[in-house]
């Protein structure tokens, strides 16, 4: 673990825990099933691309985001903001 990262705690019942931990298993199971194309498609339907672009304007200057997926990629999506917030 690096300095600048946090942990949070977060108590659940062991109710509330079997619940998560099944549907963890259920969401993995469904994954594994499907080819790396399939993946790709189903993800992307929980987070649109048309929803990822976006421009904001920050003390003047105007930044313009664009997000592209790729099949090719090494890397998930939640490793490269990882990558991205510790710099």
Do not use: A, H, P
């Not at 549907?23 to 199971?29: A, I, W």
């Not at 499907?34 to 790709?40: D, F, L, Q, V, Y």
């Amino acid at each position: 673990m690096q300095d600048n990262e946090k942990i949070y705690r977060i108590e659940l019942t062991n109710e509330e825990y079997e619940y998560l931990e099944n549907l963890k298993n259920e969401f993995c199971n469904k994954l594994s099933k499907m080819s790396n194309e399939e993946n790709t498609e189903y993800l992307k339907s929980f987070c649109l691309e048309q929803n990822l672009n976006f421009e904001k304007e920050i003390k003047g200057t105007v930044y313009k985001v664009n997000t592209y997926f790729s099949k090719d990629s090494e890397y998930t999506i939640l490793q490269d903001l990882f990558r991205i917030f510790r710099k």
